[in-house]
């Protein structure tokens, strides 16, 4: 188990992006979760839990962000390459930015519901479901 990986439920900003996290060659993958800045407190301790699984393993292979309506740089940037599917407070996208790669989460998986949403990643990375849609450079 990794130590000093404090697990945080952060928005996704151009800044996170800058410095690597989600950026094009970020092998990870990453879960969106779209809620407006007001729904961020409503869901934490769901993501937290989801983000605390991932990280205490080896790779950490997941990184989790929620993405808000407010911050238009990045919604912008998300709804060029996902044209529907992310909208309303959890809607959620898994991604994997290294290979242009992502799939709007299926809506029977419930947004509170952290066991859920772990299997749901869980199946992805381990082969079981792949990654749906391509999308061009960001």
Same mark, same amino acid.
């Not at 729904?39 to 989790?64: G, H, M, W």
């Not at 709804?79 to 992310?86: I, Q, R, S």
């Given at each position: 188990?990794?130590?000093?990986?404090? +697990?945080?439920?952060? !928005?996704?900003?151009? $800044?996170?992006? +800058?410095?690597? +996290?989600?950026? /094009?060659?970020?092998?990870?993958?990453?879960?969106?979760?779209?809620? /407006?800045?007001?729904?961020?407190?409503?869901? $934490?301790?769901?993501?937290?839990?989801?983000?605390? !699984?991932?990280?205490?393993?080896?790779? *950490?292979?997941?990184?989790?962000?929620? #993405?808000? /309506?407010?911050?238009?740089?990045?919604?912008?940037?998300?709804? $060029?390459?996902?044209?529907?599917?992310? !909208?309303? /407070?959890?809607?959620?996208?898994?991604?994997?930015?290294?290979?242009?790669?992502?799939?709007?989460?299926? &809506? *029977?998986? &419930?947004?509170?519901?952290?066991?859920?949403?772990?299997?749901? #990643?869980?199946?992805?990375?381990?082969?079981?479901?792949?990654?749906?849609?391509?999308?061009?450079?960001?």
């Amino acid at each position: 188990m990794k130590q000093n990986k404090e +697990a945080r439920f952060e !928005e996704l900003t151009v $800044e996170k992006i +800058a410095s690597g +996290a989600c950026a /094009p060659k970020d092998y990870r993958f990453c879960l969106l979760v779209h809620l /407006p800045k007001g729904k961020v407190k409503e869901y $934490e301790s769901t993501y937290l839990q989801v983000i605390k !699984e991932f990280k205490a393993e080896k790779n *950490d292979p997941v990184r989790v962000f929620y #993405v808000t /309506p407010e911050n238009r740089k990045i919604y912008q940037k998300l709804h $060029e390459m996902v044209k529907d599917g992310f !909208e309303g /407070p959890g809607s959620m996208i898994l991604w994997r930015p290294k290979r242009r790669k992502f799939k709007i989460v299926d &809506d *029977d998986v &419930d947004a509170r519901n952290p066991k859920r949403i772990i299997s749901y #990643v869980r199946n992805v990375i381990d082969g079981g479901s792949t990654l749906t849609s391509s999308h061009a450079e960001l």
